[in-house]
């Protein structure tokens, strides 16, 4: 499914992301596991890999639907978007649920960073709904 593109205003792109791969090739088609990237407010962690051609599986099109888009986010979690509870529900349905997991769809950028994702690598094997 495409990506449905939010309608939120987005900030200038000073925001750094950094995002950590499990499986680059995977998701890239490159071998590089680290990539890095300024995202702008208003921006989710999901968009921002998109943009960037980091192919995280978003099987519901990013409306938190699913839990295909998840990641775990090792620093910077107070410059995103808090969970609400309807993706506090989604999650629970993740495979390698951990205290840092959320859906990087829902992770919309409000602070200043730096920010820290890891993306798993069974994401990419996730059954498609
Ligand atoms: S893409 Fe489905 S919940 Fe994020």
């Not at 449905?4 to 995977?26: L, Q, T, W, Y």
């Not at 995202?39 to 938190?64: F, K």
């Not at 205290?99 to 200043?112: A, D, M, P, T, V």
Request: charged share 25%; net charge negative.
């Amino acid at each position: 499914m495409s990506l449905k593109k939010s309608d939120r205003p987005v900030g200038p792109a000073v925001v750094p992301v950094k995002f950590v791969m499990e499986d680059p090739e995977g998701l890239t088609g490159k071998t590089d596991p680290i990539a890095e990237f300024k995202g702008g407010e208003g921006q989710s962690l999901l968009e921002l890999a998109m943009d960037h051609g980091i192919n995280i599986e978003h099987a519901c099109g990013g409306v938190c639907a699913c839990s295909t888009c998840h990641v775990y986010v090792e620093q910077g979690e107070k410059s995103l978007s808090e969970a609400v509870e309807a993706e506090e529900d989604r999650v629970e349905e993740a495979p390698g649920l951990q205290r840092n997991s959320r859906l990087s769809c829902q992770c919309i950028i409000e602070g200043k960073g730096p920010i820290v994702v890891r993306v798993p690598a069974w994401n990419r094997n996730a059954v498609k709904e």
